[in-house]
């Protein structure tokens, strides 16, 4: 398989107005390039299914600049400052305006994930129905499917705080559950998945993008679905069980911090670039445009000599300001408009651990890991108490800069009952910390 991830044109969504993904119809195209949802429910060819997962790999992705940004901006990471209000405006509830459940920023990180969804469900079905595929083969499939599909549905809750876990049928649509309920359901299609894995032989009869390098095996891969088991018991308070599942996944304490799948990017036809990168400006060429400004807390805030501050953020050659809101600094997350957006790495898991760790009060295991991750930041070990507390403050702290702008601030406020702790920027902003449901989804 190429870098590029294309797009599967072969599932045409038919669509009204106001209406997503799952007030659609899914129109039988016959298109001899792949699979169509007819010919792939039924004995589908080894080719089809593989349309499937590049139709998975690809739809990862969408949504994902508004997931980063609009949560940022509610978080106090940073602003969006483009042409579109709604990002100084809504989303920072700007003199006490609420949020709208059928904007861009409540609908299209709910349409993404249920894209990838529904095509996992295609997988899961297809591969279950065929005569093409061996016992072993089908497994594979169906565990890779597995996997993502829960990786996705945990994004979809830590925004909205809630989740449709039952899709398979467009037609009769399970309910939508809290976020409790949803997260129990999720970490056991993690364990189905992995069972799937532990069956599917040495190999993968799919190949996967090179953002899954060194995670294209059934083993290997099932390190991914325990990474992300651990991140789900994590969610869920379950210390021990996180524990147990970084065991099995690729959490690497003294590792390079950088270790796991990506989402990759294209200028290709049918592929997209990076939706979160924005050219740097400079003295002669001062972005004005669309920009991702760092919220000055982020920068006043960082303790002395913390490299994250300087390979995440730059001054701008003057301060940037739209609608009475202003910041010194810009993004610099990504180099290019095609660099990699890390999906789950090494250094989240060591966060993970140390956070485990703290629920399961083996302390001095989380000050170990939060020094490991202070220490790769050139800053010296903790001096705080070890106390359960302040040992969670301290990982909040670093969780803030090692995954800065990437869709975990506000959920890591709102789960631990500190969103009233943000800076209001403006006489009259209001601070949300969960996404509206699409209005179309509303039961």
Known sequence: MKNIIKKITTLAWTCTILVIVYSCTIDE???PDGPSVSGVQQNASKGQLNELVVGIESTIRDGLGVEVTASGTMARELYLFDADPRNTGDLLGKDGIGLDNNSFYSTQQWNGSYRATKNANLLIEAASNTEFVTDAESNGYIGFAKTMQAYELIQVLKSYDRARLDVADPDNLGPILDFN????????LLDEAQGN???????FAFPLSTGFSGFDTPATFAQFNRAIAALAAVYAGDGTSALTALTGSYFDIGGALDLGPN??????????????????????????GDQIIVHDSWINEAEAGDTRVATKAAPRPDP?????????????????????????????LILLYAEASIL???????????NTI????????YAGAQTADDLTTELLNQRRYSLWSENHRMFDLRRYGLSSTLPVDRPGDQVYNVLPIPLSENE
């Open 374 to 381: 202070r220490n790769s930041a050139s800053l010296p070990n």
């Open 181 to 188: 309920e949803a997260l129990s359901q999720i970490r056991a």
């Open 29 to 31: 195209v016959q298109d």
């Open 320 to 348: 940037s300001s739209q609608d009475g809101l202003t910041g010194t600094h810009e993004t610099r997350l990504y180099a290019t408009n095609v660099s990699d957006v890390e999906i789950l790495r090494n250094e989240e």
């Open 263 to 288: 989402h990759i990017f294209g200028l290709g036809g049918g592929d997209q670039a990076n939706p979160i990168f924005r050219v740097p400006s400079t003295p002669e060429n001062v972005n004005n």
């Open 360 to 370: 399961a009060n083996n302390l001095q295991d989380a000050e170990d890991a939060l």
């Open 197 to 203: 894995l532990s069956s599917a032989g040495g190999s």
